[in-house]
C-alpha cells in the first residue's frame, strides 16, 4: 500500500525509533533534501547515459548511480542505522574528480552555468547536494544524530564531482565556460 494515514497528522517515524517526529523537524528535512538530490540524480544519469558520456572506461551513468546508492546509505545512517560512507567510497569519489581536473582547463574563477543541457542539470544537482549537505550539517551540529567525518567528506564532494562533471560536459561538446563580468 503507497499510503498508511499515519503521517497525515504532519509526523513520520526513522529507522529504529519507536516515537514520531514532526516532517518539519530538522532530521526530516535533511532526509528531504537527501531525497532531492538523489531523485534529480536520475535524471543526471538518464541524460548521461543518452549522451554516452564516459571517463576513461566508465559510463558516468553508473558513477551517478554509484553516488545514488551512497545516498541512501547517507539517508539510513541519518535516520539512525548503523551505517555511514566508508573511506574508500571517499576516496572513488575523490578519483573521479581527479580524473575529470586532468582533462579540463584549470579554474581560474567562477562560471556562469549552462552550456550543455547535462551540464546545466548537473549545476543545479550541485546546488541541490550542497543545500543537502548544510541540513545534514545541521543535524550533526543539534547533536541528536551522530554523522561520521567520512559521511561530511562524501557530502562535502559529492558538489565537487557535480561541477566537474557539469565542466566535463561542456568542455566535451566544445563549450567554453564563461565568466561572470560583475558588470
Known sequence: MLYTRKGDNGTTKTFGCDQRISKSSIIAEALGSLDEINSFLGLCKVK???EKLMINKL???QIVHDIQKNLFIIQAELAG???SIDEGKLKEIENIVDTIEKELPPI????????????SLFDIARTISRR??????????EG?????ASTKAYLNRLSSVLYALAR????????????????
Open 48 to 50: 548521461a547515459r543518452k
Open 59 to 61: 559510463e558516468v551513468s
Open 81 to 83: 542505522a548503523s551505517m
Open 108 to 119: 581560474k574563477s567562477f562560471f556562469i552555468s549552462g552550456g550543455t543541457e547535462l551540464a
Open 132 to 141: 543537502a549537505e548544510r541540513r545534514v550539517i545541521a543535524v550533526s551540529d
Open 144 to 148: 541528536k544524530v551522530e554523522i561520521k
Open 168 to 183: 566535463l560536459a561542456n568542455y566535451r561538446e566544445g563549450i567554453t565556460e564563461q565568466s561572470p563580468d560583475y558588470k
